[in-house]
């Protein structure tokens, strides 16, 4: 769920089944610098595999359902999707403060709940359900590394599957859900696509990308050619997103893939990797992340407020309360604020 916020959610119970919060305990161990995940998670290169995100998530039964009946993802979908990477990005980087951060996700979570067409009854806090987000969080990372990032070794799959459940206390709830070892959640992920995710409206809508709007970090762009290329950017995500499932998935969703198809998408992720060895390691990374190195390093005052989204990516009119929203209005510090650029012009 944490990749596609609710947008109408209310204050409700939790369910018996939800992940309840675990009983008060000293906060859990934030993961930091020397871990796997602060290695590879965090990069830009993760937004290529957002419409794969995003449609595993969809595909639980129970998390589509809830996308379907709570969230106005679809009306500010470049939006939403910039903003959230903050909160998600925090949970790894924020140090000291990732518990904190976690238990703001978490509880952005709790209203949303309800009975799905066929008459089975969700909760997004359901454990299995708040997992399964966090499983496609975790797992993207290696496909990220895989597809994108010139490939990872063996050993740094069972350190990123050791360090997801460090990463998955933050948000304090039952850590019943979690596989025990690497092999078992590898066998928890086929089964998951073997045999429970489903076709459904919300995963179509996140691979239709016929009408996205233009993004609005790219104000420049001219509509009509915008428009104009659209078409194109659409194939080529859904082709790219097709390439990073698995086989079960792909005969889930009626998708081919060829032997053809294969070495272009590995070509395409070789390329990426190459234009990317040319950005410096720090721009590499989300802002968030980079305020957690920067903290991490001494650039930033430990104690400096978090970095947050710039204004453009805010919800307005009705999107603009609740914390549901992710809409930090009113935090001191922002991605884009004139006193860190003159800082990132420095370095």
């Known amino acids: 769920?944490?990749?596609?916020?609710?947008?109408?959610?209310?204050?409700?119970?939790?369910?018996?089944?939800?992940?309840?919060?675990?009983?008060?305990?000293?906060?859990?161990?934030?993961?930091?610098?020397?871990?796997?995940?602060?290695?590879?998670?965090?990069?830009?290169?993760?937004l290529l595999q957002g419409p794969w995100a995003g449609s595993m998530q969809n595909m639980h039964p129970k998390l589509g359902a809830a996308v379907e009946q709570h969230s106005d993802f679809f009306d500010e979908r470049w939006e939403r999707l910039l903003r959230s990477l903050y909160p998600?990005?925090?949970?790894?980087?924020?140090?000291?403060?990732?518990?904190?951060?976690?238990?703001?996700?978490?509880?952005?979570?709790?209203?949303?709940?309800?009975?799905?067409?066929?008459g089975r009854r969700y909760h997004a806090l359901d454990q299995d359900v708040f997992y399964w987000a966090h499983a496609t969080f975790f797992y993207g990372t290696i496909v990220t590394a895989e597809h994108f990032c010139?490939?990872?070794?063996?050993?740094?799959?069972?350190?990123?599957?050791?360090?997801?459940?460090?990463?998955?206390?933050?948000?304090?709830?039952?850590?019943?859900?979690?596989?025990?070892?690497?092999?078992?959640?590898?066998?928890?992920?086929?089964?998951?696509?073997?045999?429970?995710?489903?076709?459904?409206?919300?995963?179509?809508?996140?691979?239709?990308?016929?009408?996205?709007?233009?993004?609005?970090?790219?104000?420049?762009?001219?509509?009509?050619?915008?428009?104009?290329q659209r078409p194109l950017l659409a194939r080529g995500f859904v082709w790219l997103t097709v390439g990073m499932y698995d086989r079960e998935v792909r005969d889930l969703l009626g998708y081919r893939w060829t032997a053809r198809d294969e070495r272009l998408h590995r070509l395409v992720g070789r390329t990426v990797n190459a234009l990317f060895s040319l950005v410096p390691p720090r721009y590499r990374k989300h802002p968030r992340a980079r305020d957690g190195?920067?903290?991490?390093?001494?650039?930033?005052?430990?104690?400096?407020?978090?970095?947050?989204?710039?204004?453009?990516?805010?919800?307005?009119?009705?999107?603009?309360?609740?914390?549901?929203?992710?809409?930090?209005?009113?935090?001191?510090?922002?991605?884009?604020?004139?006193?860190?650029v003159r800082r990132l012009l420095q370095r």
């Open 1 to 46: 769920m944490i990749a596609v916020p609710p947008s109408r959610a209310g204050t409700h119970r939790q369910e018996a089944t939800s992940a309840t919060p675990a009983p008060a305990t000293p906060a859990p161990a934030p993961l930091g610098p020397g871990s796997a995940t602060w290695k590879y998670f965090g990069d830009w290169r993760g």
């Open 88 to 118: 998600i990005g925090g949970v790894v980087f924020d140090g000291d403060r990732a518990h904190r951060t976690g238990l703001e996700v978490r509880d952005y979570h709790r209203g949303i709940k309800g009975v799905d067409a066929q």
């Open 150 to 228: 010139g490939g990872i070794s063996e050993a740094e799959k069972r350190r990123l599957f050791d360090e997801h459940k460090q990463w998955y206390a933050q948000y304090g709830v039952s850590m019943r859900p979690v596989p025990d070892t690497w092999e078992d959640f590898q066998r928890y992920w086929k089964h998951m696509c073997a045999e429970v995710l489903e076709d459904n409206k919300a995963t179509r809508d996140v691979l239709d990308l016929t009408a996205l709007p233009r993004p609005p970090f790219l104000p420049w762009l001219p509509d009509r050619l915008w428009r104009l």
């Open 293 to 340: 190195l920067d903290r991490a390093a001494g650039r930033v005052a430990a104690d400096a407020p978090l970095l947050e989204s710039p204004a453009r990516n805010l919800p307005a009119g009705r999107y603009a309360t609740g914390p549901q929203h992710y809409n930090p209005a009113g935090a001191p510090r922002t991605a884009w604020a004139p006193g860190l």
